[in-house]
């Protein structure tokens, strides 16, 4: 499970360029108005929109942008524009299970382009539970260990509420049941720095490939994350350390 999250950092390393940070800032834009819209504007109340404004800043995105999409969001201005969220589901190269999450204000437009993606790199989009079986909808936390004992930190999580962690090499990797996600992520969020929270899927089981099948399905999984309307992608591809730290060079 963990391949994820670090494929997550190096995605970020990817997006440094200023095209591509354009790109995230107008997804993160969408978030936040839709968080705003459904929560209201003040973060102090509204624990979605909370989160996203942390992965805003996370990204650098301008506070001026940030402004404008909680205003959006929130009904203040001429923008009238709101969106739908829908999951997608498909099968990668390979039989690997995909659920691609978007934000869409026409979704014509968005089933088009998904389905295009998939047909594209050898995959097939599926109808609504034709892979969500084989994921679980959790919260996933990621904490930066920094000179913290990691056993300490994993057992605050437990006893917050979470039901599982992965201790890695800088980082622990927390999962909790929904209900019990905002209080884990605010109590963790109160002692250690947090490199990334959010609703994930997460793979039951995953499926590991030799590289070349692999880097097949990850061609997939970039496009479809490159998608203006596609907010994340969530796959049971297992990403092995060695592919991994290939990636992270060539992100660097």
């Not at 963990?2 to 494929?7: A, F, L, N, Q």
């Not at 109340?45 to 996203?52: A, G, K, T």
């Not at 995909?98 to 437009?109: G, H």
């Amino acid at each position: 499970m963990s391949g994820h999250s670090k494929w997550a950092t190096i995605k970020r390393s990817k997006a440094a360029n200023d095209s591509k940070r354009g790109a995230l800032f107008t997804k993160i834009g969408r978030e936040i108005a839709v968080a705003a819209r459904e929560g209201g504007p003040d973060p102090e109340s509204n624990f979605r929109l909370r989160i996203v404004l942390d992965k805003a800043r996370q990204a650098n995105m301008p506070k001026d942008n940030i402004e404008r999409a909680i205003k959006r969001g929130a009904g203040i201005g001429n923008d009238g524009v709101s969106y739908d969220e829908i999951t997608y589901e498909g099968y990668g190269p390979h039989g690997i299970a995909i659920m691609a999450q978007a934000l869409t204000d026409n979704k014509n437009r968005t089933v088009s382009e998904i389905r295009h993606c998939f047909s594209r790199f050898n995959g097939n989009l599926g109808s609504n539970g034709s892979v969500a079986w084989m994921f679980d909808h959790k919260g996933h936390i990621v904490v930066k260990t920094g000179d913290n004992d990691p056993e300490e930190v994993a057992l605050e999580a437990i006893e917050a509420g979470a039901d599982d962690v992965e201790i890695g090499e800088d980082t622990i990797e927390v999962y909790t049941e929904m209900e019990s996600f905002a209080q884990v992520r605010e109590a963790l969020d109160a002692s250690y720095e947090l490199e990334n929270s959010q609703l994930s899927w997460i793979p039951q089981t995953a499926t590991e490939l030799d590289e070349k099948a692999t880097l097949q399905v990850m061609k997939l999984l970039e496009a479809l994350e490159e998608l203006d309307d596609v907010q994340d992608v969530f796959s049971n591809l297992d990403l092995n350390d060695d592919l991994l730290a290939k990636l992270e060079a060539e992100a660097a």
